[in-house]
């Protein structure tokens, strides 16, 4: 009796043994599958993100893109507009003897501050055989520099309140700021003449 009580004991023990045991792998199977679930549904939330994120890189690309043709679009106009605003502010007229000359305006602030007063009409007399000059009520900025040659045409500040308008050619050794300069001064010498003359200046 005491060797069978003994083995039904044994028999007991490795049967709770056993239950033990397939309770831990089933608490460790459990435990994988959570964690793999986990993993998966990690998975799942970064691939949205991923989604989202090249969702929102594509959308600011496509504006990027729009915003860079708009200003393209509008930009040439702008531009086309500008530039002849540009020509027509720094264009004016000179009229000698009745004859009109258009002239650039040169970028100085001798030539701004100058066109500032057109309308001005002055008598100038003669030097040299190439040059008219004039001398201005009031002093205009200099920027002075020798320009080597002087071309028919150029309109010249020497000093600052000589107004000088070249009808010649010529090397020069003198410093001058430029004001402006005629277009085209072909028939200038012959509009000026060879003795005092009036000059009319306009924007």
Do not use: W
């Not at 040059?131 to 205009?140: G, Q, R, S």
């Amino acid at each position: 009796m005491g060797q069978l009580n003994i083995s039904r004991g044994v028999v007991v023990l490795r049967a709770v043994a056993a239950m033990l045991a397939c309770a831990v792998l089933l608490l460790a199977a459990g435990c994988g599958a959570r964690n793999e679930s986990a993993r998966e549904g990690g998975s799942g939330t970064d691939s949205s993100q991923s989604d989202a994120m090249q969702s929102e890189s594509g959308d600011v690309g496509t504006q990027s893109e729009s915003n860079t043709n708009a200003p393209t679009a509008n930009g040439d106009t702008g531009n086309d507009d500008t530039a002849e605003s540009e020509r027509t502010m720094n264009d004016i007229t000179i009229t000698v003897n009745g004859q009109s000359f258009s002239a650039t305006l040169a970028d100085t602030q001798a030539a701004r501050a100058f066109a500032e007063r057109l309308p001005l009409t002055v008598s100038m007399d003669d030097l040299h055989g190439n040059e008219k000059y004039h001398y201005l009520d009031e002093e205009l900025p200099t920027n002075a520099s020798n320009p080597g040659t002087i071309h028919a045409g150029d309109l010249m500040l020497f000093g600052s309140d000589c107004l000088v308008l070249f009808y010649e050619t010529f090397q020069t050794s003198y410093t001058y700021t430029r004001i402006a300069s005629i277009d085209d001064a072909a028939d200038l010498p012959d509009a000026v003449g060879g003795g005092s003359v009036t000059v009319s200046f306009a924007n």
